[in-house]
């Protein structure tokens, strides 16, 4: 069974994923001409950007750097 930290991981690695894969989608579309909105894209960034930090803090939390010496 995953214990509850991994567990986290995964879904905060997931949430990234899906997150920046918006965001790409919404700049594909940006750069072909179809996309509405620069507000729009400034979300989509703000949300990858948030996604990616909490991703990267639990990450931190769960694998603490040693320190060598």
Known sequence: MI???TQ???QLAAEARYHR?????YRARLYSGRALSLARLEE?????D????????ARKAAFP???HG
């Not at 894969?21 to 989608?25: E, F, H, I, T």
């Not at 989509?44 to 990858?48: D, Q």
């Open 3 to 5: 214990d509850h930290d």
């Open 8 to 10: 986290r991981l995964e």
């Open 21 to 25: 894969q918006r965001l790409d989608l």
């Open 44 to 48: 989509f960034e703000r949300a990858s």
């Open 50 to 57: 948030g996604a990616a930090a909490r991703l990267r803090q």
């Open 65 to 67: 750097a040693r320190r």
